[in-house]
């Protein structure tokens, strides 16, 4: 009962659907040919054959939560796999096309391999020890699945699931069940929640299942970015702002995007002259600019960086917050990066001053954390200022200003025209220092 393999247009492959009977009739075979060369096997013969760990029935439920996340090409460990049945089942049965790596002891070795031939489907087998680092490198994997009899709950879980984040790409999932009633050991729901928090993950589903030996939790949890961004999710505030501050006819004679984010920059810095703000203001530009235009306030750096981060969130772009300071104790300057299609990268923007800076070899922008690297080495050389203040001659001497990139804080969200209403995601941290950044979350990448 050998199926016929092809590859698609895509280069995946194409298995053939089995019935359920024929199905299970190969699976039996398949045990059966192996009952006897382990004293373990005994043992899988009967459960796996009476269909407690690897049939149609079993997988039905599982299967109903797990192709949902499935996509064509993505990338799935599947850990303490058994004889690697479940991603087989969702292969021949479901039809589905991935890369599909399953894990187990070594004694697992003969009879998966076996497997894999038998329903002909891309499956490969990994030797690994779940008490052992995972064989694999950083962000491998698009999903790891763990739906074992191992009973993990004896396992250092904390450390498999640190292990498990590492393996997983950004965005990542994780799928398992786990005994919280039946066994020694057990995590109760809140407990494995609490857990899977302090390993970064963020809990998306956590249903209890009944239909083995014990009480389960049925977990799948996200991975999370190392430094999640709040953004604003009201897009009809954004667009009302946009209409209300006529920015499209602000924009009308910019040839390209970075010409837009520039423009947008002059255009802000023109509202209004630095001076003190009114602490009572909310952060958002409909307040700021209000407050402004009827002479109640005047408005500083952090004004000028809130108006101008929800201009660009208006015409479409990615925009944040970052307090720049000479030293610690120093007084902090409030900047803006927003996010260039055109350089793909972040650049920052001074709408206080009116400024920018690139470059002065290749004119291209530069970022926060371009600036703070080539002050910190001194490599003033390495910088030009680009613009000019109606208010302040820092053309002058650009190192004054230069001298404030020495330390930074990112503010982690740019909601600040609905911030009272958004919830904040677990593990959310308020703001990301010099000191704790992570490079590709904060700067190589769109958040």
């Not at 004889?83 to 089942?89: E, L, R, W």
């Not at 959310?428 to 490079?439: I, Y």
């Amino acid at each position: 009962m050998r199926q016929e393999i092809q590859l698609n247009s895509r280069g995946g492959y194409i298995v053939k659907h089995l019935t359920n009977k024929e199905f299970i009739s190969l699976h039996k075979e398949i045990i059966s040919r192996h009952a006897n060369t382990h004293w373990d096997w005994k043992w899988f013969q009967n459960h796996l054959i009476l269909g407690h760990l690897g049939l149609p029935d079993r997988f039905g439920w599982w299967a109903e939560t797990v192709v949902k996340h499935l996509k064509p090409g993505i990338k799935v460990l599947d850990l303490a796999s058994g004889i690697g049945q479940f991603g087989t089942y969702l292969m021949v049965m479901q039809g589905f096309t991935f890369s599909y790596t399953a894990l187990d002891l070594s004694v697992m070795r003969e009879v998966t391999e076996d497997y894999f031939r038998s329903f002909e489907v891309p499956g490969v087998f990994k030797e690994g020890d779940l008490h052992n680092p995972l064989p694999f490198g950083n962000e491998e994997f698009d999903m790891v699945w763990l739906f074992s009899w191992c009973q993990i709950e004896r396992l250092d879980c904390k450390k498999l699931f640190l292990e498990i984040n590492r393996v997983l790409k950004k965005n990542g999932r994780i799928m398992f069940n786990m005994a919280y009633a039946g066994y020694a050991n057990s995590f109760p729901p809140e407990d494995l929640r609490n857990l899977l928090k302090e390993t970064n993950f963020v809990v998306e589903i956590l249903t209890p299942d009944s239909s083995g030996f014990a009480t389960e939790n049925f977990v799948v949890a996200k991975k999370m970015n190392r430094y999640p961004f709040v953004e604003e999710p009201n897009k009809f505030l954004l667009n009302v702002l946009k209409e209300a501050e006529h920015l499209t006819l602000v924009m009308r004679d910019c040839q390209t995007e970075f010409d837009k984010i520039v423009k947008m920059r002059q255009w802000v810095n023109g509202l209004w002259n630095h001076g003190p703000p009114d602490p009572d203001c909310p952060l958002d530009a409909f307040c700021q600019l209000a407050a402004i235009r009827t002479g109640s306030m005047s408005g500083w750096c952090g004004s000028f960086a809130v108006v101008l981060i929800q201009f660009y969130l208006a015409i479409g772009l990615k925009a944040r917050s970052v307090s720049v300071g000479k030293a610690k104790e120093s007084d902090w300057h409030n900047v803006v990066e927003v996010w260039s299609n055109d350089y793909k990268k972040w650049v920052m923007m001074d709408p206080n001053f009116n400024i920018h800076f690139v470059d002065s070899t290749t004119k291209i922008p530069l970022n926060i954390l371009e600036l703070r690297d080539r002050v910190k080495k001194e490599q003033y050389e390495n910088i030009e200022l680009i613009g000019k203040s109606t208010e302040y001659n820092v053309q002058a001497n650009p190192k004054l200003l230069l001298n404030y990139f020495r330390l930074f804080s990112i503010y982690m969200r740019n909601d600040f025209l609905s911030r009272r209403k958004t919830p904040v995601p677990e593990g959310w941290q308020e703001s990301v220092t010099d000191e704790d950044f992570d490079a590709e979350t904060l700067w190589e990448k769109e958040y």
